[in-house]
Nanobody, 117 residues
Framework: QVQFVESGGGLVQPGGSLRLSCAFSGDIFSIYAMGWYRQAPGKQRELAAVISPGGGATYGDSAKGRFTISRDHLAKTAYLQMNSLKPEDTAVYYC???????????WGQGTQVTVSS
């Protein structure tokens, strides 16, 4: 069974940086696209970034130029490096894994990111 351990969230001042990690287990990591989505209070969940098994990345509009998604196949972990954080980046960030063969996807429990002075 696919499972995640998400880490790296917390409180940061505007302009600061955080790196989120999503440690994957339970299946073959290399057949999953890994993504980070976020949901702010009162808003719909939206894409932050997704990375394909081959390393191609796609970013949501709010993440472009500030966030970088990456993956380490040996460590079976996906990362989201977030720089130049703004108060509007405050949200719960969820890790997602999509099996590119079966289209089955899985969600983590989320990690809170709060950007505030």
């Amino acid at each position: 069974q696919v499972q995640f351990v998400e880490s790296g969230g917390g409180l940061v001042q505007p302009g600061g940086s955080l790196r989120l990690s999503c440690a994957f287990s339970g299946d073959i990591f290399s057949i999953y696209a890994m993504g980070w989505y976020r949901q702010a209070p009162g808003k719909q969940r939206e894409l932050a970034a997704v990375i394909s098994p081959g390393g191609g990345a796609t970013y949501g509009d709010s993440a472009k130029g500030r966030f970088t998604i990456s993956r380490d196949h040996l460590a079976k972990t996906a990362y989201l490096q977030m720089n130049s954080l703004k108060p509007e980046d405050t949200a719960v960030y969820y890790c997602n894994a999509l099996n590119v063969r079966t289209r089955q996807d899985y969600w983590g429990q989320g990690t809170q990111v709060t950007v505030s002075s």
